[in-house]
């Protein structure tokens, strides 16, 4: 069955960058389409962007160009992003998603990852 | 931006009642909406897709509705796991945008 599993909890300084993973199973991931999404706790979800494995062409929210980075690793069905320049206001849990492409839920985001938290403190 | 209003903030309700929740688009999304369902430190939970489909192994007490600027999630006969934080999504156009989320609590 499909699974996405993301990286473990980040606890990173202001000015730093992270580099989240969700790694994936259950689908043949070079074909498929990745979003990612933020959400501090207690608050409304944000897209911040999408990638297509196939070629690595990436969409992303224009609040969050410059911020985050989208890539992908084929080869380990994983899908990256880069957060850069952190500052406090970057604390939050960040999802992958998987927009399903084929079928009834064409264009719909069916299986998400479990979350990471982000931390951003001195 | 599509905005996407969502109401009510947060709504209580007995076992076995009926509840819904609404989402207003800013501009027409021509039924290209979700409703999601999230428990505290989960992931969002597909439940309707298409404004009025419902996701595989949703139950039926959950149905949406809606066309044009204007949609609504059903919950009939109210059960103590529906008690979340639901969102409303919309993919018409980019940037995909969310509802602020309606808190569904027993009464």
């Known amino acids: 069955q499909v699974k996405l599993q993301q990286s473990g909890a980040e606890l990173v300084k202001p000015g730093a960058s992270v580099k989240l993973s969700c790694k994936t199973s259950?689908?043949?991931?070079?074909?498929?389409?990745m979003s990612w999404f933020k959400q501090i706790p207690g608050q409304s979800i944000e897209w911040i962007g999408m990638?297509?494995?196939?070629?690595?062409?990436?969409g992303y929210n224009q609040k969050f160009k410059g911020k985050a980075t989208l890539t992908v690793d084929t080869s380990s069905s994983t899908a990256y992003m880069d957060l850069s320049s952190l500052t406090t206001e970057d604390s939050a849990v960040y999802f992958c998603?998987?927009?399903?492409?084929?079928?009834?839920?064409?264009?719909?985001?069916?299986?998400w990852g479990q979350g990471t938290l982000v931390t951003v403190s001195s | 931006d599509i905005q996407m209003t969502q109401s009510p903030a947060s709504l209580s309700a007995s076992l076995g009642e009926t509840v819904t929740i609404e989402c207003l688009a800013s501009?027409?999304?021509?039924?290209?909406l979700a409703w999601y369902q999230q428990k505290p430190g989960k992931s969002p939970q597909l439940l309707i897709y298409?404004?009025?489909s419902l996701n595989d192994g949703v139950p039926s007490r959950f149905s949406g509705s809606g066309s044009g600027t204007q949609y609504s999630l059903k919950i009939n006969s109210l059960q103590s796991e529906d008690v979340s934080i639901y969102f409303c999504?919309?993919?018409?156009?980019?940037?995909?945008?969310f509802g602020a989320g309606t808190k569904l609590e027993l009464k």
């Open positions: 259950g689908y043949t991931f070079s074909t498929s389409y």
């Open positions: 998603a998987r927009l399903d492409t084929m079928g009834p839920k064409a264009n719909w985001f069916a299986y």
């Open positions: 501009e027409d999304i021509y039924s290209n």
């Open positions: 990638i297509y494995a196939g070629d690595g062409g990436t």
């Open positions: 298409y404004a009025n």
């Open positions: 999504q919309q993919n018409y156009d980019s940037p995909y945008t």
